[in-house]
């Protein structure tokens, strides 16, 4: 039921409009320019007689007295075969597709379809006639790229449906109806291979949600080891500009084992998603064999594209992300960076003149966030298969203090924080997750015990390098310089992995707990030197060999040779008693 | 045809308040007044009430002035006619030139789809081994200059826009003194420069909402010639200053501040300009080079801080060199690997041994005994210091690389510097 109404102020990308009829919250409407064109538009304030509407696009040229139109509908993205492989702006635009059309400019007022039309999908039935079924049961399957792609009674259904009819086997596009559905109450429902679902509603058409118990391997040794994450579990990246924030996430779309990974850039730079773009295509997932683009969806709504529609692309990625979890598969939503979505919150507010809170942040910024993270988790599906969505956001703190409101709000909210540090990225020590301020409640690949008693020689090494900050080696103990020199070792062959190796870029959890071991064996030898400076280019050497170790392939020859000279170069160092 | 309104009801700052019917956002509007006129654009609408900011400013104003509306955006003139030419930020000739109309095109337009963007392969030369050998600057980056009042910012700028090979540069003043200004053209010109740049300035003492047109309308101009083919250089001297302006007028507006004054969305308008900066598919680019100073030296200042957030690394001018720590061309592994095979290994050996250079001098500086090693080190950094990263130095990428072999040959054995055997045969200079 749609209504109409006309603009009467225009402050930003937010426009008041008085309405007669019904108007409900958050649905969307479109503003008409002069010259036509229809501004896509959504509720955010209702009024008395007047109604508050974000604008997802420029506003320029809009007038006191334009026309409003209200759809009744909320703002929803499209569900079906033919998401995987793109890249949606926030509103689930194709962007190539828009190139083709508009050229090398984005244009205003131009929607399309998210899905193609006329591609045809091979489904195959899984439901029978006279089956009764609830939301999110499977009617049938199509092949997408390397998935099936259950085709599911429809979200919005409540209660229990009966198969009235369903199509044979055979090619069909998704707006053909490829079943009909009767409910309780005799009215026939329509269901086709691709539905509608508002991007700010969970999809919950699972049995039960359950606890994230199983390691999800990103192949970073310092995450999997030190900070895991879980499947299903959620986390962020806080970190100063330059800290490698990005190129974390970026290794782990491609690393990361999952089924899908959906990567949201927020409010970036355009330039690195085009990184992501032009490489993906050509790099082979050694899990599957195919181009690392067949699981990967991207959502593109950079720093220079509309503000308003920054909030709605990560809802729009976590909705694609529940609708895979439907099929019973474990998809991971990297969101780059939570900071500009907050940002674009507070500018929002700050039009509506609501009371500001902290860094003029709006006081709902918490639960904002933490019913975002909220969305992530485990759950088992109505047929008893799993599927999972895990959400790992960054976060931009404004001078790179962690005491914002950003980073303290996720914090609350997630199971596990990946700080990274200035000082570490200064030093090139990447990933500059800080090993000692990080945390993470998840289970990893790795005997607890070990790993903490790793973190307290890193912890105790840098104390001893504090310590010779102010006294000098000549003041340190052989004892405390050896500790602190562990300490080093273990940081540059452990924690510190080279982004641009072929092999070191990624571990795989097979080898972390093997190079683990070896690594923690060393740590634990006892040693001596007679003098500091031998002592030290005893590590220097060990380091670059196990470095080496590090960069040829597992268990290889090389591999094998490089470990006999890493333990006899240790086996001298070592104090016999 | 053009709807002119006598009733002003309103004035603070540079906003003034006029109650008009059928004023769109963003229309661009002229107001008359005792002080002459100006031109002004429509940024608040509130039914009949139109908030206008008015480019010269309020001061002069009368409820009884005269406001003309245009019935369009603002835009700016496009063509070659540009060339050799010196505007303010409304696009007033500031050269005593003829005005120019033609080929009206809008500012502040859309942004490129992510779709259509490349990699950026292709480097600019500039000259300088602090650049070229360390931190690359490419075809298409956004890089600013951070840096503190005093230091040769405006300089730096214009030795790199002499010597980069580019076709059209455009440059943005913003809150320039008039001595930077003038400094700027007579460079340009002395150096036959000038007839492939257009030059829109703010200076210190003009209205400050023209400060905040200068980005746009350069970049609106930059993105013409880029669409027709060329490789335009943008250089924005100082963004602190049109951070600042907006700053100024947000408050005017009684919007409120985010942090240290500056309004919430400091971010996202500075991204919208950063952000222009693109390789074209088979056509021209845009390359940003931006000026930041940080006041108080202080890089979490929100203008340094939210710049660090958008740009593609960023160079730290400091004592009148660029500093290798902290600087950061986050494009240079695109094109450093395709330069010359000892390239990036140069880079690293030389700024990891200039790491250590620092830590001698502490270590010295806190009176520990300096071994031989330390004596070695002592050595290079200074020559380091002297020959590679002063800004007097300005050579082309391949003598830098040869000198950085040099140096290194001077103070260290090969073994020293832990550089692959396989490229020290190739390069290390044999002793004659
Ligand atoms: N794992 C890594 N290995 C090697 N270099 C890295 C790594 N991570 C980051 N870097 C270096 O740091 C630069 C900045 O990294 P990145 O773009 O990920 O930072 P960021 O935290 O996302 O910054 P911003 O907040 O500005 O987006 C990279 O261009 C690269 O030079
Ligand atoms: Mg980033």
Request: net charge negative; glycine share 8%.
């Amino acid at each position: 039921m749609a209504t109409n109404g006309k603009i009467i102020g225009v402050n930003g990308n937010l426009i008041r409009v008085a309405f007669t009829d019904a108007v409900v919250q958050n649905e969307v409407a479109y503003a008409k320019l002069a010259s036509g064109v229809k501004l896509k538009s959504e509720v955010i304030r209702i009024r008395g007689d007047y109604a508050e509407l974000q604008v997802f696009e420029d506003t320029t040229g809009l007038k006191t007295g334009d026309d409003v139109e209200f759809t009744g509908e909320l703002l929803s993205v499209e569900l079906g075969p033919g998401l995987l492989t793109q890249i949606f702006d926030g509103l689930q635009n194709p962007l190539p597709r828009l190139a083709t059309e508009c050229g090398f400019f984005l244009q205003r007022g131009k929607y399309l379809h998210a899905l193609p039309r006329r591609k045809k999908w091979t489904f195959t039935p899984v439901a029978k006639v006279g089956d009764k079924l609830t939301a999110g049961e499977t009617l049938g399957t199509v092949p997408e790229g390397i998935f099936k792609h259950r085709i599911m009674v429809p979200f919005k259904i409540q209660g229990t449906v009966t198969v009235e009819s369903i199509l044979a086997e055979g090619d069909y596009v998704i707006e053909d109806v490829i079943a009909t559905l009767k409910d309780g109450e005799g009215k026939i429902i329509d269901a086709k291979m691709s539905q509608f679902w508002p991007i700010k509603i969970p999809i919950k058409q699972y049995a039960e949600r359950l606890r994230p118990d199983e390691p999800m391997v990103t192949q970073q040794r310092i995450i999997d080891t030190f900070f895991p994450v879980a499947r299903g579990g959620t986390y962020c990246i806080p970190g100063p500009f330059g800290a490698g924030k990005t190129v974390l996430q970026q290794l782990t779309s491609r690393y990361a084992d999952v089924d899908i990974v959906i990567f949201a850039a927020c409010g970036e730079r355009a330039g690195e998603v085009v990184e992501t773009l032009r490489e993906f295509p050509d790099l082979l997932d050694p899990r599957t064999g195919k181009s690392l683009m067949e699981r990967t969806l991207i959502i593109c709504n950079t720093s220079s594209m509309p503000v308003a529609a920054r909030e709605a692309s990560v809802y729009t990625g976590v909705t694609l992300a529940e609708y895979y979890r439907q099929m019973g598969l474990n998809v991971l939503l990297l969101a780059d960076s939570t900071s500009r979505w907050a940002q674009a919150l507070r500018e929002m507010s700050g039009r509506l003149e609501e009371i500001p809170g902290e860094e003029a942040f709006p006081a709902y910024l918490e639960s904002v966030i933490a019913s975002f993270y909220e969305r992530g988790g485990v759950v088992r599906l109505k047929d008893g298969t799993k599927g999972s969505v895990t959400i790992g956001g960054t976060v931009s703190p404004a001078g790179g203090n962690f005491e914002e409101p950003v980073t303290q709000a996720t914090l609350k909210v997630v199971g596990a924080f990946h700080g990274l540090s200035r000082e570490r990225s200064d030093q090139r020590r990447f990933p500059a997750i800080h090993p000692l301020d990080s945390w993470s409640k998840y289970e990893g690949i790795i005997d607890v015990a070990k790993v903490s008693a790793a973190r307290h020689i890193l912890a105790e090494g840098g104390d001893v390098n504090q310590m010779m900050k102010v006294v000098g080696e000549e003041g340190t103990s052989m004892e405390d310089f050896v500790l602190y020199l562990k300490s080093e070792y273990l940081d540059a062959v452990y924690l510190q992995q080279d982004a641009y190796n072929d092999i070191d870029s990624a571990c795989s959890a097979e080898r972390q707990k093997y190079l683990f071991g070896k690594v923690f064996q060393i740590l634990k030898t006892p040693m001596t030197f007679k003098e500091k400076d031998v002592a030290r280019s005893f590590f220097l050497k060990l380091t670059q060999i196990t470095k080496d170790w590090n960069r040829v392939e597992f268990q290889s020859q090389e591999f094998k040779n490089l470990e006999v000279q890493i333990f006899k170069s240790v086996a001298e160092a070592e104090i016999h008693v | 045809m053009y709807k002119v309104y006598h009733r002003i009801e309103r004035i603070a700052g540079s906003v003034i308040t006029v109650k008009a019917e059928g004023v769109a956002y963003q229309e661009l509007a002229q107001v008359t007044s005792g002080q002459g006129i100006s031109l002004a654009r429509v940024n608040r609408i509130d039914g009949d009430m139109v908030d206008l900011q008015v480019f010269a400013g309020s001061r002069g104003i009368s409820t009884e002035s005269q406001v003309r509306f245009f019935g369009k955006p603002m835009d700016t003139p496009f063509g070659d006619s540009l060339l050799g030419r010196v505007f303010t930020g409304a696009g007033v000739p500031r050269d005593n030139g003829p005005v120019i109309e033609e080929n009206s095109v809008p500012i502040g337009g859309p942004s490129v789809n992510p779709s259509k963007r490349i990699v950026p392969t292709r480097m600019v030369r500039t000259g300088i081994p602090m650049i070229d050998v360390f931190n690359t600057l490419v075809v298409s980056q956004k890089l600013p200059i951070f840096s503190v009042a005093g230091e040769p910012y405006n300089q730096l700028l214009a030795r790199i826009a002499l010597q980069a090979e580019v076709d059209v540069i455009v440059l943005g003043g913003m809150g320039l003194k008039f001595d930077d200004y003038l400094y700027l053209k007579d460079f340009l010109e002395k150096n036959g420069a000038l007839s492939r740049s257009v030059m829109f300035v703010h200076t210190a003492s003009d209205p400050i909402v023209e400060c905040m047109l200068v980005p746009d309308v350069a970049l609106a101009v930059a993105e013409q010639f880029a669409t027709k083919g060329k490789n335009v250089l943008v250089l924005l001297t100082d963004m602190t200053n049109f951070a600042d302006a907006m700053k100024e007028i947000a408050i005017t507006m009684e919007q409120i501040p985010s942090n240290r004054g500056y309004p919430g969305d400091l971010y996202s308008q500075l991204a919208a300009r950063y952000e222009k900066a693109v390789d074209f598919e088979g056509s021209g680019s845009i390359t940003i080079l931006a000026v930041t100073t940080m006041p108080g030296d202080d890089v979490t200042h929100p203008v340094p801080d939210n710049t660090g957030y958008i740009t593609e690394g960023q160079f730290y001018l400091r004592k009148g060199r660029i500093e290798p720590f902290g600087s950061l061309s986050r494009l240079k592994q695109q094109v450093n690997g395709k330069t010359r095979s000892d390239h990036r290994t140069i880079a690293n050996t030389m700024i990891q041994l200039y790491a250590s250079f620092r830590e001698t001098l502490e270590k010295q500086s806190m009176g520990f005994r300096m071994s031989g090693w330390d004596q070695k080190v002592l050595k290079y950094g200074e020559r380091f210091e002297k020959e590679m990263m002063d800004l007097s130095v300005n050579i082309p990428l391949e003598r830098a690389l040869d000198l950085g072999w040099t140096i290194l040959a001077d103070c260290f054995n090969p073994e020293e510097t832990g550089i692959p055997s396989k490229l020290i045969n190739e390069y290390w200079p044999k002793k004659g």
